[in-house]
């Protein structure tokens, strides 16, 4: 079953929202899409305490759609004659509160010509929703449309949510753990989740993010208060292509990633860091989980085997994440131009003591499958990388489009890389 919950104001759009409840209701019916569309005057029985049902509803929910109409932002309360968005009570600012604290899949819906709220607009723990892609509920059809992609998107959730002990809950497509059966199960596990993975949509993150900060030198990443159990990682090449010498001081090609780890903090510490190197242009992070973060350039380039690359860190802050609690972090990277060279068609992950696996999942453009590959290990400093000793389990698709490396209890600090020849 998968929640869907409309959150608007009365007195902005409660027809658009009324409208699309209707809408989104008929349609998933009709598509046989087992869903529950929460809309307050429709769902809360009398009697029910408002607050604490719908913030409960909100936990449980699987999307949360936000409808902003002309008078969202500016609407005043009659008691204060303040905002009513500034106001500790108002059920839209808790709504979305709870959306984001409980990360459920927040989608802004812009009627009636309203424009996006800034974050100069927005209380302080409601600033991440100006981050968030806005539909336009101005095109004819809208709605119908609109419903379509929600039965999509509501067909990709039909699957067990999951929700850590603060009830935060994440819905990324992320690479099997659990140790199979057999091999032909794990065979059929990891094509299904690649299908998977392939209909999700690219975005490459824009050039420079204007919270990055340039340091001249970035200490080394420390995680030993942490004790990492899965490093799993998308390297998406689908958009990659030839950059001309002339174009590459331009943001021509986009090589999307996703990193997703499975840890808990052993000691106390305020930060978990994620490092990013490339010999192409640039690259740019995003933190895709909700916790505050960072991201951080280092002005010189630094030596990896016999490649100088350039280092961008993610600073994630989990200060307030309670020792000994288990939680993933997932993130988001783009490495523009990079992958150009013969002697940069590789891709890395690190070891860590005590992982169970690490793993890398490499996507080739259509038109440009790979031919060869080899597994390689070294030490984070070593010149030269060496054959792996340790090869793991190795899966890849019909058309060599796709190419899978699951390496069990790596070795500390040792770097295991995927080398392939188009």
């Known amino acids: 079953m998968v929640r869907i919950f409309i959150c608007y104001r009365h007195k902005d759009a409660p027809w658009p929202a009324a409208s699309l409840y209707q809408t989104l ?4 019916t009709k598509a046989s899409v087992p869903a529950e569309v929460f809309f307050d005057i429709d769902t809360i029985g009398a009697g029910e305490h408002f607050h604490k049902r719908i913030i409960d509803a909100i936990k449980r929910c699987d999307i949360l759609l936000v409808v902003i109409g002309k008078k969202w932002l500016t609407l005043r309360s009659d008691k204060t004659g303040g905002r009513r968005l500034d106001d500790d009570d108002d059920f839209v600012r808790l709504e979305i ?11 802004p819906i812009l009627v009636d010509h309203a424009k996006m709220p800034k974050k100069t607009d927005l209380p302080e723990k409601l600033k991440k929703l ?51 059966a057999s091999l032909t199960d794990h065979d059929q596990s990891v094509r299904k989740w690649v299908d998977q993975v392939l209909n999700e949509p690219q975005s490459p993150l824009v050039m420079k993010p204007t919270d ?9 990443v420390d995680t030993s208060a942490f004790l990492i159990q899965a490093d799993s990682r998308i390297i998406d090449l689908r958009t990659w292509k030839h950059v001309p010498d002339k174009d590459r001081h331009h943001p021509t090609s986009p090589v999307c990633c996703t990193r997703t780890v499975l840890l808990k903090k052993d000691r106390p510490t305020e930060h978990f860091e994620m490092e990013g190197l490339t010999t192409g242009l640039d690259l740019c992070w995003k933190c895709l989980s909700l916790y505050p973060s960072q991201s951080i350039g280092q002005s010189r380039e630094i030596p990896v ?12 802050d989990v200060s307030d994440v309670p020792l000994r609690e288990e939680i993933e972090l997932h993130a988001a990277a783009t490495f523009w131009n990079s992958h150009q060279a013969k002697h940069e068609q590789w891709s890395g992950v690190t070891g860590y003591t005590g992982a169970n696996t690490v793993s890398m999942l490499l996507l080739f453009p259509a038109h440009r499958p790979f031919k060869n590959f080899r597994m390689m290990m070294t030490p984070l400093k070593s010149a030269k990388p060496v054959e792996c000793d340790r090869p793991g ?3 890849m698709g019909e058309r060599r489009e796709w190419l899978y490396w699951v390496v069990p209890n790596p070795l500390d600090k040792w770097g295991f890389q995927l080398h392939w020849d188009w």
Do not use: T, W
Request: with cysteine.
């Open 25 to 28: 209701r008929d349609h998933l």
């Open 97 to 107: 509160q709870a959306g984001l604290k409980h990360r459920v899949q927040i989608i």
């Open 130 to 180: 100006a981050e968030l892609h806005a539909v336009q509920a101005h095109q004819p059809d809208y709605l119908n449309v609109f419903a379509g992609k929600i039965e999509s998107l509501a067909r990709r959730l039909q699957k067990p949510r999951n929700i850590d002990q603060r009830g935060n809950s994440s819905f990324l497509v992320k690479a099997p753990h659990k140790e199979p």
């Open 212 to 220: 990055c900060e340039e340091v001249e030198v970035l200490p080394p």
């Open 305 to 316: 085997g016999s490649e100088r690359m350039k280092a961008r860190r993610l600073r994630i």
């Open 393 to 395: 389990i190795i899966f």
